[in-house]
């Protein structure tokens, strides 16, 4: 899983939407235990 850094600025949900369409396993979190335990 990639755990994609919500920082509550720009436009990062785009990003997570794009993964999924890649099949890519994704989250956006701003929860440090979630980021620590993610691959990427």
């Known amino acids: 899983m990639i755990a994609i850094i919500d920082s509550g600025g720009a436009n990062i ?18 929860d440090p235990a979630v980021i620590s335990a993610a691959e990427r």
């Open 13 to 30: 949900a785009s990003v997570r939407f794009a993964l999924e369409r890649l099949g890519v396993d994704s989250v956006l979190t701003a």
